[in-house]
């Protein structure tokens, strides 16, 4: 299996980051937690902590990461962990993407996204929504 972590940005006002992928790529125009895979001898913290620096510039600490949902695809191989962070460091570039932009929990159904993005916006709106 792949294993691949990725995080929702969660700011104060309750708006969770999400990137668009590069059009050409796998999944290209579609929505998604920023992320990607974990790394020969990588924990999964450490493999997110990496991706959101090559892709978004920030600098997070793993004492703000809070696991939260798993999908998986046992047919492609692939198991995608999402984590959540609501503090980090600096301001999100997009790096790795063709846009990003910041959407209200209600927004995220709207969103066109890679068919294991879909549960875990399920859980992120979720968690906003018993926030509130």
Not at 32 to 51: N, S
Not at 101 to 125: C, I, N, Q, T
């Amino acid at each position: 299996m792949t294993d691949v972590v990725a995080v929702a940005l969660i700011a104060p006002e309750g708006r969770v980051l999400m990137q668009r992928r590069a059009a050409g790529r796998q999944h290209g125009g579609l929505w998604e937690f920023p992320g990607g895979k974990v790394e020969t001898g990588e924990t999964r913290e450490r493999a997110l902590l990496r991706e959101i620096r090559e892709e978004l510039a920030l600098e997070l600490d793993p004492g703000h990461l809070a696991p939260l949902a798993e999908a998986s695809d046992p047919a492609a191989g692939i198991v995608i962990s999402l984590y959540t962070c609501r503090e980090w460091h600096g301001t999100p570039a997009r790096l790795d993407a063709e846009a990003q932009g910041w959407f209200a929990p209600a927004e995220l159904d709207a969103l066109a996204m890679p068919p294991l993005d879909v549960p875990l916006a399920r859980a992120v709106k979720q968690l906003l929504e018993e926030a509130n």
